[in-house]
């Protein structure tokens, strides 16, 4: 497909918002290289691009005319598939796409209803339309929209949000929907730049007076602790989505950015774990690290994070984008992605179909499989890699390219009225090292802002032969200057070793964006299932009952750094990219409990016998510890 050009607004009435820090570039505009490309590859092959195949939710789904799930299994895919489609360029997901939105929009009704109708498409209490599932299509739209250019879309949006508007005088928005109203902001906000049409505005402000209040739901936070039943106010899913509204709201207030900082510190402090998503298996569920984490949660959680640095620029979110994407994402998938968790953890020593002190969910929930618990993982996890892979460089305010996220691939786009391509090499985040080549169609000036995270306390930044300069921590770093063809800049992001203390006094090891885990040997037992979307338990075949024996807080000289190449599958358990060796303690008494591990132990009844024990990327591993005793 073509490579799209960053639109020109200027035209229209988007002055009557705030203006973002930085602008999302067109679906198409960044491609994936390396071992990002490599994963997205992998994503296809397995269920991302088989779904409407073979499982009914989505190959018969309602919104393409079948007899199965008409409410937001299919919405869900398609919004993880057109990325995913657009970013590949493959011809045979794109003809996929095209027949889902071909048939959506030459379906619409007469007054404007965007797909199934009646009990097909419920899945709260109305009595007939529910718009939730039109939330999640309409974003599915505009990124097919700007990849594709394709001119039905925006009027199919204007007849929709027309019809959505009306129904809210008759029906105001209730349970999914209000808890969800900031993604059909999202596209308010993204057709209203596009056409200037104040009623857009007006149909934002209604939905924002009629959604949850999350402000105040956050003002007095009162789950605390894990919950003993499931409502919609302490689902995991809604607390992940809900995060980017400070971003969506039209009443925003100054301090939108620090909002949504409060309201991660909140969930961090009483749900967080030490991948950076917060805990809920259905219901938020407190900090022990055997409560697990819906994978719902894990990619909304990041697409929340891509709006909010969009939106305020602060690099706290690339940050916390990052450390989700590269270590809860990868974790919760087979390295083929032909099999999924309902629920991850932290500290995961058995996948087995078997009771655990889950809050709401049954004993398949930490299955690696096609449908395990229940299927909205297996329709949404898709969004989670090519979000990412979109979202990893965005437009300044000046015209300028900011680094959002750091991974291989190449960025065409226009700056001051010229071409330019930029190349970003690098096997981050699994090495230190990034360099960007440039490639102009003349001289021409404008700014690049390159994110360095909090954790890069000697980050440098090096033009071509220039000397390298120190680039300061937890912000971006601009450089303004005329750039020519083969330019190059290379930035360093040393990474040490940090401790983190956790859950009862336990540590979690992390180098950088990657959290580490004890690499505990896996045995799979194909359960139940056609190959290759089949169910899969995992066993241990190595101890995992070890705390850490490190001695103060200098670690470094404690623990060794082993590096391999980065291959077709980063985050396979095989041969990670990178390892740990550390020194541990075996802990005897320290078993399982209702299936999962027992509460982390203190270290005095650790074994004499001091080992050397593995820790990889948490992305790389099936079972393991995270959180561990220090002994």
């Known amino acids: 497909m073509n490579t799209p050009n960053p639109p020109d607004f200027a035209s229209q009435g988007s002055s009557n918002l705030r203006n973002d820090t930085y602008t999302p570039l067109p679906l198409g505009s960044i491609l994936p290289q390396g071992w990002l490309l490599g994963q997205l590859r992998i994503q296809a092959d397995g269920l991302s691009g088989h779904l409407d195949e073979f499982w009914p939710s989505v190959a018969q789904s309602g919104w393409i005319g079948g007899d199965s799930d008409g409410w937001e299994r299919g919405p869900y895919w398609l919004d993880g598939l057109v990325p995913l489609a657009i970013l590949l360029d493959d011809d045979k997901l794109i003809k996929k796409a095209t027949k889902w939105l ?103 402000r209604k939905v924002e007076a009629q959604g949850y209040d999350w402000p105040t739901h956050f003002a007095g936070f009162k789950y605390t602790e894990k919950q003993p039943e499931w409502k919609l ?112 953890q932290a500290n995961q ?78 096997d981050y985040p699994f090495r230190d090292t990034i360099k960007i080549t440039l490639k102009t169609d003349g001289p021409v000036q404008f700014s690049l802002s390159l994110r360095i995270p909090a954790w890069a306390k000697t980050a440098t930044v090096q033009i071509g032969d220039e000397p390298a300069v120190s680039a300061a921590a937890s912000q971006f770093h601009r450089i303004d200057r005329i750039w020519t063809t083969g330019d190059t800049i290379v930035l360093s992001l040393p990474a040490t070793i940090e401790l983190e203390t956790r859950y009862q006094g336990a540590v979690t090891v992390k180098r950088g964006p990657l959290v580490f885990a004890l690499k505990i040997e896996e045995e799979f037992t194909h359960l139940r299932g056609e190959l290759p979307h089949a169910d899969w338990e995992v066993r241990p075949k190595s101890p995992w009952n070890y705390g850490l024996a490190i001695s103060g807080d200098s670690t470094e000289e404690q623990i060794e750094v082993s590096t391999a190449e980065v291959g077709d599958t980063p985050f396979g358990a095989e041969n990670p990219p990178i390892t740990l060796t550390v020194p541990a303690r075996l802990i005897p008494g320290w078993g399982l409990e209702n299936n999962v591990a027992a509460e982390i132990p203190g270290g005095e009844n650790a074994s004499e016998t001091l080992e050397y024990v593995t820790l990889a990327p948490y992305g790389c591993t099936h079972l393991r510890i995270t959180e561990f005793p220090r002994v």
Not at 104 to 122: K, Y
Not at 173 to 191: H, P
């Open 102 to 204: 071909d048939y959506i929009i030459s379906h619409q009704d007469e007054e404007g209803w965007l797909g199934p109708r009646g009990s097909a498409a419920i899945g709260s209490g109305r009595t007939d339309l529910d718009p939730w599932p039109i939330f999640v299509v309409l974003k599915a739209m505009t990124q097919w929209q700007e990849a594709t250019g394709d001119t039905r879309i925006v009027p199919s949006m204007q007849r929709a949000l027309r019809r959505i508007d009306t129904l809210l005088d008759e029906h105001p928005l209730t349970e999914w929907a209000a808890m969800r109203w900031q993604d059909l902001a999202v596209s308010l906000k993204w057709l209203y730049v596009r056409t200037g049409e104040e009623w857009l505005l007006d149909l934002w």
């Open 349 to 426: 020593v058995l996948v087995t179909d078997a009771p655990r002190p889950w809050t709401n969910n049954d004993n398949t929930a930490n299955l690696f499989g096609l449908e395990p618990h229940f299927g909205c993982c297996t329709a949404n996890m898709h969004q989670g890699w090519p979000k990412l892979a979109a979202s990893l460089w965005m437009q300044t305010e000046d015209g300028g390219l900011a680094a959002i996220a750091y991974a291989p691939c190449t960025v065409n786009t226009t700056c001051g009225g010229h071409h330019v391509s930029l190349t970003e090499e690098t």
């Open 233 to 344: 106010e302490n689902h995991v899913v809604n607390h992940a989505m809900a995060l980017k509204e400070p971003a969506t709201r039209i009443s925003s207030d100054a301090d939108g950015a620090e909002m949504a900082k409060r309201w991660m510190a909140i969930l961090d402090e009483f749900h967080g774990q030490a991948s950076g998503v917060f805990s809920g298996d259905e219901s938020l569920a407190g900090r022990n690290p055997t409560q697990g984490t819906e994978l719902c949660s894990v990619v909304e959680y990041m697409y929340s994070l891509e709006v909010l640095i969009s939106t305020f620029g602060d690099a706290i979110f690339g940050d916390r984008l990052e450390q989700i994407a590269y270590n809860a994402l990868p974790a919760t998938f087979t390295p083929n992605m032909w099999a999924h968790q309902y629920d991850q």
